[in-house]
Every structure is written in structure tokens, then in C-alpha cells.
């Protein structure tokens, strides 16, 4: 079974712009969470979806926006971008809902100039 | 608010000993789930083991074992016969067992594992 695919691996974007990182989870995987890893703030939860709806949020600003479509694929928007959004972000896929045992990405590094 | 502290910036072992990776923790939360995380240098976090907080044993899985000690909020990873691949950080975490799902981490333990 293939595992979870983020693309695209490495992305470079200046400040001011906007950014859309997609991930494909595993294979009859129905949530959807995004992590950003950072070396100041560690490994930060964003968001996860399941059935295409928001089911939890962490504290990030609403630059921070994402969603999932039918067949579970899901994208990660951030838009305004700053210099510290630069980071790894981590797409993890899970069959359930709020589930400890998540199966993660290779992730993107995002680096804002 | 949930919080998880792991003290050791960075840790060695020699291969086939076994070596304790320290968590604390400290939550509000009744009932809240405990787990452990492992990432190698390839990036990919890689789910090692849980623990929920009414579980009555220790959980096990293979060479990974989580002493929860629930009156000194700790869940510490044992890690049996070291290996040369368990050159990783690893990062202990937490969430609740049920409602809003927002899982805390910590900001991991360096592991190197000298032949």
C-alpha cells in the first residue's frame, strides 16, 4: 500500500505571497492532519480534516486555511506569507477520526524570502 | 492547557543496550492519551507506541515499552536491544481520549546509537 505523498517536497516563496501544499493519505484513510515543524516551536498541530469538514483546529491564524476533497486528497493554503512560516509541514493520514496512530509524510520545506 | 516536557536534549546508547527516553506531562484533561513518535533524518514521523490514561498496564509494542507512572506524570520510552537504526529524535506526546483532538508534543530527544 503506497504511503502518504506530499507535494511538492521543497518550495520557496517570498514574503507577501500565498502557498498550496497538497497531500494524498493512505489508501481508505479518511482524516487528514497538518503538523508544522519548526526548531523555535517544535511540531506544532494546524488542523485535521475528515469527511471533508474541519474537525479540529490548533492555534494558528487564519492565514492558515486548508481542505479536503472527496477522495480524501487535501490541500494546505497559507496566504500573506512571512518569513516565519518557514518550516516542514507534515501531512498525516489516520482511517479514523482524532486518531493517536497517524501515518506521516516526507513533508515540504517551506522557505519565505 | 496541555503541556509535554522531555528534558533531554540529546541521548547516547551503545547497540543492544537499552536506554529510557523521559517524559513528563501535565494536563487538565480526566481522560487523555499518551504516545510516542519516532523521526529519522528522512523526515517522516513514524508512530511507535500509546498509552491512554485509564489503561491499567504499560504498553508494549516490540522492542518499545512506555512506563506510565500516572502520579508522577511520566511516560517514559524504554527501548529494548538497542540498533543502529534507532538513530532518531523522539517525541513524546499527548492529546485527549475524546472531543477536540489537538495533540500536544514536546521538543523531542536526539538518539544515537553507537555500534
Known amino acids: 500500500k503506497a504511503g502518504v505523498t506530499q507535494t511538492p517536497r521543497y518550495l520557496i516563496k517570498t514574503r507577501g505571497q500565498q502557498v498550496t501544499l497538497s497531500c494524498s493519505p493512505i489508501?481508505?484513510?479518511?482524516?487528514v492532519s497538518w503538523y508544522q515543524q519548526t526548531p523555535g516551536q517544535g511540531l506544532q498541530f494546524l488542523f485535521e480534516?475528515?469527511?471533508?469538514?474541519?474537525?479540529n483546529k490548533g492555534n494558528f491564524p487564519g492565514r492558515f486555511s486548508g481542505r479536503q476533497f472527496s477522495n480524501s486528497r487535501s490541500e494546505m493554503n497559507v496566504s500573506t506569507l512571512e518569513l516565519g512560516d518557514s518550516a516542514l509541514y507534515l501531512c498525516?493520514?489516520?482511517?479514523?477520526?482524532?486518531?493517536?496512530?497517524?501515518?506521516f509524510g516526507p513533508g515540504t520545506r517551506l522557505t519565505v524570502t | 492547557a496541555q503541556k509535554i516536557t522531555q528534558t533531554q536534549p540529546g541521548m547516547f546508547v551503545q547497540e543492544k543496550e537499552a536506554v529510557t527516553l523521559d517524559c513528563t506531562y501535565d494536563?487538565?484533561?480526566?481522560?487523555?492519551?499518551l504516545f510516542w513518535y519516532k523521526q529519522p533524518s528522512s523526515g517522516e514521523m513514524i508512530f511507535l507506541i500509546y498509552?491512554?490514561?485509564?489503561?491499567?498496564q504499560n504498553a508494549t509494542e516490540g522492542r518499545y515499552s512506555l512506563n506510565f507512572q500516572k502520579a508522577r506524570k511520566s511516560a517514559n520510552l524504554v527501548i529494548s536491544a538497542s540498533q543502529l537504526g534507532d538513530s532518531a529524535m523522539y517525541f513524546c506526546?499527548?492529546?485527549?481520549?475524546?472531543?477536540?483532538?489537538?495533540?500536544?508534543f514536546g521538543r523531542g530527544t536526539s538518539l544515537i546509537v553507537h555500534p
Open positions: 489508501s481508505g484513510h479518511r482524516s
Open positions: 480534516y475528515f469527511s471533508e469538514t474541519q474537525r
Open positions: 498509552q491512554g490514561s485509564y489503561d491499567q
Open positions: 498525516a493520514s489516520s482511517t479514523d477520526l482524532s486518531s493517536y496512530e497517524q501515518y
Open positions: 506526546a499527548m492529546g485527549p481520549s475524546g472531543g477536540s483532538y489537538i495533540p500536544t
Open positions: 494536563t487538565s484533561d480526566p481522560s487523555y492519551g
